[in-house]
């Protein structure tokens, strides 16, 4: 869609390909809206308006200031560094033009209370998903009101949590917007959080369903332990019901002052405490929507609700980022525990206890400690970290901690109700967060898919085992393990970061800034696996991707479909300066560590092979023995002319099975209708795949598979091994498991 500085849209014109306009929360709700599930009604102030607010209020650099040079880990310099950036905006006028429009759609919108909230536009992606750094407001009346609070909200972008998970993740301060939802209050009776996978095992043949009374703040905070529900999908039966007593609940206070919170804890009525909060009825209607929901987005989904006046509400959805594939069951310690409570991240953590009673606290958690909280809030973060498992009083498996804990990989149960209170600081404990015990003392696990792991990793074979790597800060980490390089180093990544489109910085004459941020960008992997082989893909943007870039609308035009559009090796015959500077950014890189070699993405024909490969020669990329030139295999035309392709002059391909797949079949990958056909296990992709490895084989060259295939289906890995494949290149999860095949087939074919 073409929303040139438009500053409010109504949920109804946008969809999830708009994340750079109104960011995850902005486009779920307008996606959801367009395909008929239930969401209360509003628009969206877009992030166009917060970026507006900052260039014309002259804020840009009085907090540019601030954050130069901030050690985020100095808790007190970081919060005090946000209060003041908060101060600033705060204290700045609104511009008008936006001030107007948010008062027109709140008023056509029939007014009453709204929810105000946050939606950043790197929040709810699977590469950025720590959502809920940003401030959401409930039950807010009156114009006026509402534009206050979309300028806390943009405000809430600079909270110290948010500045110190920006710093982490490398995203530029300015990159990332901010966008405002402002939609029909639901006055919840009871709400919650829907999985449509097992979080804890990764299960996707059950769901789970979290119910509380009241406004669902109270479940995603943790400070109500919610009933907990787990359903097999299939024949959508309840398998396992806990009822969770509770007796306060947040709701509307009909009795505010103004500048008061609006919302209050309330009492709840003492026959209702132990009740469930959901009838068999409303299960069965939350199931139906989930379902759908995650039929609609082709993806496991983590789904918010509400029920008002007997009707159901979605209030958002998002991606499920802590999907681990093939989870096995962790095996269970034969002890009395201490503690009981809601398994909420897999894994044994040992370590001292250390209680904390308030944010400003988490100074006092140091690498290995147990952290133990009444619950925890996006502050407590940096501490979690640097915990060794995590335990809270209150809370639910769709709780903050619960969550935080699985997307770090540290071993959680929450709603032990008494973990504060019988743990003594320094006491040494072992956490099972697989199963939700906690037991005294140090007790020496057993793991044995642990030990299992780290042995098949140890193998040795003939078939490389290579990795998909895309950001940076995990290239010192995997490199470490037991792999023989990068398969495939995505680009995109990198570019997103830098975050502004190569012929705008060529126009504005900062090519140097755009190859030295490349150069930094691709470094760290090449410095990681030195001497091992990393596999740079050039650019594989497409228009549409391109065009959410600063300055990318001047350039990018629009496509039905991008997918078959103007990427890969056209766009470099045809913006050949463009293609240029990413040269001289390997080449910069080279001359450090000459271990990164190139694969091209998207060749279309012989005739661009050549020019693309004649274009690198020109600006001294050369095909030598030090330095490798791959192609992708993602076209029927390459499989269907793969020996005039390697007569061209190159060192082997990579099959990209996602694009062959896609190409072959006639599929729209991201088609729910679709989605059950769309299988690389398909004869007629695995015939491309095989021809493509027994002619490379035949010619000399090499042979890989860098698409997810392999990662899914391990029985396709072992037909790879069998035909001859050179390397495969999975994710980082899958490495020592394809080895292991990998070595099976090997002694099999040996033997």
Not at 394 to 402: D, F, L, M, Q, Y
Not at 455 to 466: A, G, I, M, R
Request: hydrophobic share 40%.
């Amino acid at each position: 869609m073409s929303m040139d500085k438009k500053t409010v849209v109504w949920f109804k014109e946008v969809g999830k390909n708009d994340i750079p306009l109104v960011g995850g929360k902005g486009a779920n709700l307008g996606e959801m809206t367009q395909a008929g599930i239930p969401v209360p009604p509003g628009f969206v102030v877009t992030a166009e308006a917060y970026y507006e607010f900052i260039e014309s209020s002259g804020v840009h650099g009085r907090i540019k200031d601030i954050l130069e040079n901030l050690n985020i880990e100095d808790s007190a310099a970081l919060l005090l560094a946000s209060q003041k950036v908060k101060d600033i905006i705060m204290n700045a006028p609104m511009p008008a033009d936006i001030a107007s429009a948010i008062r027109a759609y709140y008023e056509e919108m029939g007014e009453g209370f709204v929810a105000v909230r946050s939606s950043a536009t790197a929040e709810d992606l699977p590469e950025a998903s720590f959502a809920g750094q940003q401030s959401t407001y409930l039950n807010i009346r009156g114009s006026e009101s509402v534009i206050n609070h979309v300028q806390q909200c943009w405000a809430s972008l600079f909270e110290a949590r948010a500045i110190y998970y920006r710093e982490e993740q490398h995203f530029d301060h300015f990159k990332v917007g901010i966008a405002v939802p402002v939609q029909r209050m639901v006055e919840s009776e009871s709400s919650g959080v829907m999985f449509t996978v097992e979080p804890i095992s990764s299960d996707t043949s059950k769901m789970t369903i979290e119910a509380i009374y009241g406004l669902g703040e109270g479940i995603v905070s943790g400070e109500v332990t919610p009933d907990m529900y787990i359903i097999d999908k299939a024949s959508r039966a309840v398998l396992t019901r806990n009822i969770s007593h509770q007796a306060r609940m947040l709701a509307k206070n009909l009795n505010v002052l103004p500048g008061e919170d609006p919302n209050s804890w309330l009492t709840v009525p003492v026959e209702n405490q132990s009740v469930p909060k959901i009838t068999p009825t409303e299960i069965d209607l939350l199931i139906e929507t989930a379902l759908n929901i995650e039929k609609h987005y082709g993806c496991p989904q983590d789904i918010e609700w509400g029920k008002e006046k007997g009707k159901i509400f979605i209030l958002q959805t998002r991606p499920v980022t802590t999907v681990k594939k093939n989870v096995e069951q962790q095996e269970e310690i034969d002890a009395a525990p201490i503690l009981v409570g809601n398994a909420a991240s897999p894994g044994f953590g040992i370590g001292p206890v250390v209680i904390l009673s308030d944010a400003n606290q988490i100074d006092q958690v140091k690498k290995g400690d147990v952290l133990v909280a009444q619950m925890t809030t996006p502050d407590f973060v940096p501490a979690m970290k640097r915990a060794a498992a995590i335990l809270t009083d209150e809370g639910g498996r769709t709780s903050h901690a619960a969550i935080v804990s699985r997307e770090l990989g540290v071993p959680c149960v929450v709603g032990t109700k008494t973990a504060t209170k019988v743990l003594t600081p320094g006491q040494i404990i072992t956490v099972d967060g697989a199963h939700g015990k906690v037991y005294d003392g140090a007790i020496k696990v057993d793991d044995k898919d642990a030990e299992k792991e780290a042995e098949l990793e140890k193998l040795q074979t003939k078939t490389n085992v290579y990795v998909n790597l895309a950001q940076p800060e995990l290239a010192e980490k995997v490199a470490k393990r037991h792999v023989d390089g990068v398969g495939l180093l995505r680009a995109e990544f990198i570019v997103s970061q830098i975050g502004m489109h190569p012929l705008y910085m060529i126009k504005e004459g900062r090519q140097e800034e755009y190859i030295q941020k490349l150069y930094e960008g691709i470094l760290p992997f090449a410095k990681a696996f030195y001497p091992r082989n990393v596999t740079y893909r050039t650019t594989d943007f497409k228009t549409n991707e391109y065009k959410e870039l600063i300055g990318g609308a001047e350039y990018e035009g629009s496509e039905e479909n991008p997918m078959l559009g103007y990427r890969g090796a056209s766009r470099y015959i045809h913006d050949p300066e463009a293609f240029k500077l990413e040269i001289e950014a390997i080449k910069r890189v080279r001359a450090e560590y000459d271990n990164v070699n190139v694969m091209i993405p998207f060749v279309r024909t012989v005739k661009e092979l050549r020019t693309v490969k004649a274009i690198m020669e020109e600006c001294g990329l050369v095909r030598s023995d030090k330095f490798k030139l791959w192609m992708m295999v993602e076209i029927p035309a390459n499989v269907l002319l793969i020996e005039d392709f390697l007569s061209v002059g190159i060192d082997g391909v990579s099959i990209g099975s996602n694009d062959l797949t896609q190409l072959t079949l006639g599929i729209d990958r991201d088609n729910d209708l679709l989605a059950d056909t769309f299988d690389e296990r398909n004869k007629a992709v695995l015939k491309a795949i095989k021809h493509t490895i027994t002619v490379c084989k035949k010619m000399g060259v090499t042979a890989s598979i860098c698409g997810q295939a392999p990662s899914v289906y391990p029985e396709l890995t072992e037909k790879l091994v069998q035909w001859g494949i050179t390397s495969v290149s999975v994710s980082p999860d899958m490495i020592a498991r394809t080895r292991g095949i990998i070595a099976d087939v090997e002694k099999k074919l040996n033997s």
